[in-house]
């Protein structure tokens, strides 16, 4: 079998491995191993969580530093979608070209993007402190799109249009943050492309590289590939008819003869005002499909802007009009360009701001008790840096009504900590503990509740309740005393309280 052919199978038996653990997460409820995404490295390092996502980044990493990019040409589930795109568009024979351009720094900025959010966990939880649970899915690993028409939209935007108009794996060079870090690590890998034999330079490797390499140029020039892009997809190996590379470990490249090799292509194909259209179309339609979509969706925005700053650049070339003619004599452009910005600003500023949107969002879910959704809503808000309590508040309260005890205390602590004089606050947290079955540190909240605010009868009522459960019901009068108006009420209650388990005993 053609090693393309190998690969794509491969890939796609990731993809239904995928599929099954979404069953086996969401469907029936075996929830013991969370996700697999380089999303880890923000739980690690974030807040010391070893999960499955975490130990899936380290698995990566090694592989990278042994092998290269391995994990980019056989193991990542978003490169099925890409090579299956392009084998589509292959059949119809549209053979898109390769682009080449400084635009992919876009990737790089969604890296510091991500890195930022260990930072902001560290703002809100302080130093990570290391521990395991594998099937624990911090915020940054459960946050992935469920939505059957956001994912849609990823394969025909990130894959379909994507690769039509940047070529091969235009995901992977423009979007993904995760290549540069990969690519860092390829620098030190050992097992690369290396040639084996005399090299005919007839080029067809450099014509079948998957990611645009000009494999026959590095092949004379080091002896083997040290473009940081190759992702030991092996088809070059496959498509030399000389026999010429091969797959091999050898001495570190880096170490001898070269430095460090970033992603940033030293060529590219345009000039530097159609580089600044990609960049900033890139951005911007990411930034704004943030605000309005969500987080993850930031992804499918930049596809979006680059594809519509490869269409104006196809516009600009397809009529030979260049930059500084449009903006030197054009001025019907200019006003049209000034009129878009001016909405676009208006909107912006005019909008509900957008953490009161998300927070709205997530009630919504509440109400209608679709916990899991309401939660993925909140988390998102507060990613994003959101510092509005009451989406803390509501966060706290979805854990709590979902039975997840833990995360909701977590949550408390951190608005107790902001707010360390509500009264509220320490019985809600109390309330937490008494249904997680910690009834001391229930009582302890209660208590520093009815010392913030003496008036609170509902936390005098749960100490009361807590006693009553305990079966002191000595202790528990004077608590009850101040919730009720009479005696007889009182004891009605406690009466009230014991009825059924005697019933029950009886
Ligand atoms: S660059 Fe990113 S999307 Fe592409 S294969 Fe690697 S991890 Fe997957
Ligand atoms: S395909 Fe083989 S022979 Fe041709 S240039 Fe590449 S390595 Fe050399
Ligand atoms: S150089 Fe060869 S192995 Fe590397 S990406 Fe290109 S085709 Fe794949």
Redesign the pocket.
Known sequence: MHVNKKRLLVLFLLNILIAIHIILWYRLNYQKVGTFSLNGIVSLFGIGLLNSAAAFFILVVLITIFSGRLFC?WGCHFAFFQEFALKILNKFRINPQIIHSKANIIQYVFLLKTLTAVYEFWLIYGLPQFHVSFGDTQVMTVDLPRSPIIITLFILFDAFLFIYLLGSRAFCRYVCPWAPILALFDNISPLR?RKIGECKGCMT?TR????G?Q?HS?IAQYGA?V?T?????????G?CPNGT?G?KWGSNVISIIRKIKWLIPKKSNYCWYYELILIFCGLIVAYFTQMWLGSFQTFLGAAWGLCFGMLIIRLLESKSISLKEITLYREKFLIVSLVTLCTLAWCWITNTPHDTRLLLRGNRFMDLIEYDKAISIYNQALNEGSSNNEIRAMLALAYKTKGDYNRSITEYKILINNNPDNAALHNNLGTVYYRKGDYDLAIEEYKKSTQLDTHLTAAYGNIGLIFLEKGNIEESIPYLRKVFQNEDEMLKYIFEFYKPKQDLKG
């Open positions: 040409g492309i490797c079948n590289c998957t990611m390499i494999v590095e590939v473009d892009n190759c992702i030991r997809c092996l088809t070059c190996k498509a590379l797959y």
